[in-house]
């Protein structure tokens, strides 16, 4: 099946410092990505739709000068937490659209775990 | 706006019992997803759904979907301790929205 990767796989930072989180599709082609994050014992929170070569669209609530997404090709998308603070801790995960089947099917990354001190 | 309802949200399971999972969405979509994770993992896809009637199995998971009652079922049979996890239901539009989660825990 598809693979989707993230890097890193944990982070730790200071509190106020910057943090960027990698999204790639390692087998096709994702011209739409997804970002997640999702606090514990909770579900998953969509933040933002990544497009290739475009601006995100972010939902509702989620700050998009905090949380900048950039999809540089079509099998990158990075996320970055700018001046994080510690209720920015939480586990990230994006996804990659590959159309299947006449479908669109979701990959998902194996996530990231940011801890902000 | 679309919103997703899974009910029980945790379910105790006795091995080698049967068991169910709800699903409940309040708008038409395109598909519906049945997810797995596994405590501090990233989601594992067990099913995708397309049509009204589909029933998919997989070993001891079997999910249906019935669109004109807008609703999914994951069936456990037989549970079993690897079973352990927590799934989701997702509804599949112009976006993924996402259940609220079943955590499941298979007691011996």
């Known amino acids: 099946g598809a693979v ?14 910057s943090v960027k989180i990698e999204c790639r599709s390692l087998d096709f082609q994702a011209t739409t990505m997804f970002w997640y994050r999702q606090f514990p014992k909770q579900s998953l929170m969509l933040m933002a739709t990544s497009n290739e070569g475009s601006k995100a669209t972010y939902e ?34 994006c996804s990659a659209s590959r159309p299947r089947g006449g479908t669109d099917t979701q990959y998902f990354g194996p996530g990231t775990r940011l801890t902000v001190l | 706006e679309l919103k997703v309802e899974q009910n029980p949200l945790f379910l105790s399971m006795q091995e080698e019992k049967n068991y169910t999972i709800y699903c409940n969405y309040s708008t038409t979509s ?14 594992e896809s067990l099913f995708v759904l397309l049509s009204n009637g589909a029933v998919k199995q997989e070993g001891r998971l079997m999910a249906s979907l019935d669109t004109k009652a807008r609703l999914s079922t994951l069936h456990i049979t037989a549970a079993v301790h690897d079973l352990s996890a927590t799934y989701f239901c997702v509804s599949a539009g112009n976006k993924l929205t996402f259940g609220g989660g079943t955590r499941v825990l298979v007691k011996p």
């Open chain 1, 4 to 17: 989707v990767s993230q890097h890193p796989s944990w982070v730790i930072c200071k509190s106020g410092t």
């Open chain 2, 30 to 43: 395109d598909r519906l997803y049945w997810y797995r994770q596994d405590p501090g993992k990233s989601l």
């Open chain 1, 60 to 93: 509702q609530g989620v700050e998009k000068d905090k949380f900048l997404i950039n999809h540089a090709s079509l099998t990158l998308s990075t996320l970055t937490v700018t001046s994080a603070h510690p209720e920015d801790s939480s586990f990230y995960i």
